[in-house]
Nanobody
Framework: QVQLVESGGGLVQAGGSLRLSCAAS????????MGWFRQAPGKEREFASA??????????AYADSVKGRFTISRDNAKNTVYLQMNSLKPEDTAVYYC?????????????????????WGQGTQVTVSS
């Protein structure tokens, strides 16, 4: 069982930056691939970014809409995954969710598939004003 708690959301002007954090419980954090998803009002939850589990080569994935602006990273010593968000746009406004899965191995197949993720945090609101 993994419990996830997000933090770092808030209100920021367009062009600004925020860093989201997701703290995970448990001693096997490094064995989970981690993802960030987001959900705007009235829209489906969509993939933002993912990072593979530790051990061997590390894989990254980004949605086209955030590529070049967002950076995902993890600190296994702190059981935490981060999402650095730069050059924020009003369309980035959403609730951001952290998720964990042990179903993504070295094949790194479809990391943006939300149904592969077993554990979810409660979300943190990000609002970007124009």
């Amino acid at each position: 069982q993994v419990q996830l708690v997000e933090s770092g959301g808030g209100l920021v002007q367009a062009g600004g930056s925020l860093r989201l954090s997701c703290a995970a419980s448990g001693r096997t954090f490094s064995s989970y691939a981690m993802g960030w998803f987001r959900q705007a009002p009235g829209k489906e939850r969509e993939f933002a970014s993912a990072i593979s589990r530790s051990g061997g080569r590390i894989y990254y994935a980004y949605a086209d809409s955030v590529k070049g602006r967002f950076t995902i990273s993890r600190d296994n010593a702190k059981n935490t995954v981060y999402l650095q968000m730069n050059s924020l746009k009003p369309e980035d406004t959403a609730v951001y969710y952290c998720a964990a899965t042990d179903a993504l191995g070295s094949s790194w197949s479809r990391p943006g598939d939300r149904y592969k993720y077993d554990y979810w945090g409660q979300g943190t609101q990000v609002t970007v004003s124009s």
